[in-house]
């Protein structure tokens, strides 16, 4: 059966299987203190124009999150997320795991705004109590977010802006970066992310890796240790090198954006399809992710023919469907999902 | 200066005060194995209708809400709490410090209601997404609550139910306890609290003591091996009887609920000032704490005489602040602050 | 240059890269709901002799350790181990990450002993201020050791009788489970691994896969709600197929035992030669890892030639050095070392 | 019946007592912002030289230890501690549970020994895989120790000098500071203590308070946000000032110092009679603890007129037994012990 479930459905791009036989056989040192690390680590700063980056290569998402949280957040501080983040709703509580709040904001479409943030900012050390709350000690946005929507360079500067002014960190999860660089309309690239924030990954899991999250520190200011700390939250690969094999793979002849733009593309067309035929669209999301309200019927129609993600009900007769386009989508997936429609 | 502003600016009520005296040179074994602390439990197991209950004694009401809650809620879950929680808003993330993400619903003047938390248990278990989500693993409530408020007979029912129905253990915050039982028109006994409830503390902190906080399992289910929890926790008083010693002599006589209503009546007579003034209450409370909203000017006129405690900005020009009474509040204090009102 | 540095210096094994290239365009659902994950768990299930196996797939060894330890031990207990355990020494606290104290008994090479085992217990809940302690909620021992040794049946049945004698959960660490079981007069078998524990691993990295650790609980004793605790603790793989397919590559025609045997053979081809030739073994290893004691005059000579793993001084003028063997390993290499020995 | 079982059998000196007394009906502001918490830490800061020591107030022995430890040790690393260090042994993992692992040294009568400490922080640091180990990020040491002995000026500064070399704070735990400050013989004063540390606890529960331990940062270097670090692990008292009183007593006229005078003679007094009498003393303790190794028939019979504490059997015949002065033990006491010998 056809699916648009996610964009984690397949295994990998063939590049990147290519390569992992080609070095099947090598033998190289453990813990990404091998040869194609470092290659990736150098490609991913001259992506970032970040020559003294700090790049480390974790497996998934939200052990990456919860690394790298943990890590930059102080001991007596919690996190700013938008309510709608996925740390704060679909990481089964790995931040609180490690002992820090989720401090929420309102999402807008997934977005936390920067006056809103300053607003909290001020209000919190404005109260006589701060004392006895938990401070914001960094602040989380997703890029895209949960939503598939993107923020503005003018958005993330002004979100930038409220961290340098109180001293908190700034982590962009990236989990599906490579969409919102290349989504059609962006005006955000990657040396904006690396020059805006303190910190921010790389996600490969949703586009077009086998798994593997870079970790970017684009002023190397990692925390101490860094390697120690990912040891201690169990997210140290030990064949180090599939990660650095992968990202290099990405990020040779800019693979990354290559994929990702294919994916959105295949949205896109999708989208069009689904305004033409009047379907109603949730969100405004420019990237691989489509959110779509449905009634019952359609999606009983559907789950037939197309497996397609269930995000929650919108009513009693309707529900948010998600539609999720990747590296491995095709052009006859695209046309036979349009048919369906 | 007269002080309004909270419920723990003296010592202790002289009759705890005189027994710590009186018994100041016995020779007593520590960490709660002593006499008073099993005079203690047994008055309490009398005063709750509940024979087997299992009683603990601690010293604070942050250390008690983050020992039990820890204690009881799954290691793979949170507990959930009104927005205006004391656990989710002024204890520096201590509950988050053990693990567990506290999970909010909406508070009204400081309450849950049973059916956004029947609503809240039934879409997460709906969710086909819940296990990637923080399970609902226990229930907080205060009573009363952090805004003086109290719930009836009914409210607590009905949540007892929902919990009961969900298996989640429900945990009532008694700090303070005593003013939410002898508050007027209350239809709850500290026996229903006992009946409805898995575990409830009773706090002395607030009610009279020095300090100190009674941690009531009325059907004996104390997490296994509980005291070793407590040390873990750090909270564990090595003179453990100067704890027992006070809640023996808080229920004798009665005496917590005198203090209690003492408090109560004290702000009944300074509320019912307040209104005739023109005053605009902020919460419907009917215990010893007053919520008020006022503008600077007044604000600023009586900080010279009294001090009320600052809660949060209400507008540009006002503010919420509270007036605080307890049990050594005095009629030539209150008739003081009326004359100043 | 050669290396026998360790087992996890190559990719994978060629059959398992195979399949991961067959079923890569496959669209398969995530976390581990695919149908390979149920193939494999069947083919474990079938392997162990336990047809009601919970089989869990993670990534990596700390990673499991840390998730299965702190997801078995009480919250006021520690995990008992050899004072040379993994968990105990090469962790980066993972362990105590989790809240739990490390509890440690003699390592006799790698192994601890079940009299000491017994009398260590004995004692614990004899000490009448045993509450102020930390209580041992769990055994962790490895199979084979850190130092390649393995248990006789006999001493497994014995740990296993004092851990039931307590009440206790014995957790096997795997991490090199084949290498174990396969090891020339070794009287263990896998079955009999998973009648004597209460959980598991089995471990891929070092046995053939690109990664992978299968835990299981023999007897379904899963802890309640296991696979969120998995996402919470940061090891839940999106793609979890590429877990269930190298498992189930694995467990065909018995690979993981075929792919064992030969890096024991190899070792045991190597140790002969190290015995004719004088060098002086440091334990009495029968699987693939050897430690042999070396002067840095030996140490430098190699190091121009091959690669061994330096494990910690002897003394001022000998080092404890490791030669492992793997899947990878050629008679060809083989050769070549002893050659150079 | 008479009892010796420790320093912490009775309430408070009189003097404590009778200040608390005195105070009960002032209105105080909470949580340490009192003004007898201001007179206590000037008087601390005289006491130890430091006119810019930051003093902390809290409850208890094992929260100061784990409040403080968890603080000042990084998070990759854990804290050095005698293989008997009260947190190792008896706080019920209380460290570990904040996710620090206690990383022991071999205790002599109770001390770690500089050069051993100089050793493990060299092979530490030494080992090339010391990226997968636990860091030493503080070290912990008791003054005086679990056994009544006490730290010469001499080992203290080694002590401190290889901290100091490594760059880690050093952590004294005071709990029974004043004996060790008055023992006979000692060439340590408090300036010392506040010299060569980092941060050490001047304790109270054992030294004649009710209970509180004061924590000192002598060169200001308290942790950031310490409040709130104490808020958040439970150990902040509500009415501070009752341990502000109880210190700003115990630093007048140097009353701390009489008390562990008092209770150092008394034990010498009895040390004296058991040497007379030809028993056989375990540790050669100068402080207010004297461990004596009796057999079981001298326990028995002493058991039916004096309460002794029980540490450990010695072998089959034979257990350790400690006995204890304090504040409260009078020459009559001690006559009557005497004479039960």
């Not at 990481?91 to 929420?104: D, N, P, Q, S, Y």
Request: hydrophobic share 40%; proline share 4%; net charge negative.
């Amino acid at each position: 059966m056809l699916s648009f479930e996610n964009d984690y459905s397949e295994g990998a791009h063939p590049a990147i299987l290519r390569r992992l036989a080609e070095t099947n056989m090598e033998q190289l040192p453990g813990y990404g203190t091998d040869r194609y690390c470092a290659d990736a680590t150098e490609k991913i700063r001259r992506a970032t124009g970040c020559p003294d980056a700090d790049v480390w290569f974790l497996v998934g998402g939200t052990q990456t999150n919860q690394t790298v949280i943990d890590s930059i957040t102080p001991q007596y501080a919690g996190v700013v997320a938008a309510q709608s983040g996925h740390v704060n709703v679909h990481e089964a509580g790995a931040i609180e795991f490690t002992g820090h709040k989720v401090l929420t904001l309102p999402a807008h479409d997934g977005r936390i705004d920067a006056n809103e943030l300053a607003d909290y900012c001020e209000g919190f050390f404005a109260d006589a109590n701060h004392d006895h709350m938990v401070f914001p000690g960094s602040v989380y946005i997703s890029f895209p977010t949960e939503f598939g929507t993107v923020y503005t360079l003018a958005q993330l500067e002004a979100i930038g802006e409220v961290c340098r002014q109180y001293g908190i960190p700034l982590f962009v999860d990236g989990a599906r970066l490579g969409y919102g660089l290349t989504a059609p309309g962006t005006d955000v690239s990657l040396q904006d992310i690396a020059r805006i924030t303190d910190v921010f990954s790389i996600g490969g899991t949703k586009v077009g890796a086998l798994f593997g999250e870079a970790v970017v520190f684009p002023r190397s200011h990692s925390p101490r240790h860094f390697l120690t700390l990912i040891k201690q939250h169990g997210a140290l690969l030990a064949k180090g090198w599939l990660l650095g094999l992968q990202f290099d793979t990405l990020f040779t002849d800019d693979l990354y954006g290559t994929i990702a733009a294919h994916a959105n593309d295949a949205a896109e067309t999708i989208r069009t399809a689904l305004r033409d035929k009047g379907y109603s669209l949730t969100f405004d999301s420019p990237t691989n992710q489509i959110f779509v309200t449905l009634d019952q019927q359609t999606i009983s129609r559907l789950s037939s023919h197309v497996r397609i993600g269930f995000m929650q009900k919108a009513d009693e007769y309707h529900s948010v469907m998600r539609i999720c386009t990747s590296w491995a989508t095709t052009p006859e997936h695209v046309a036979e999902l349009i048919s369906l429609l």
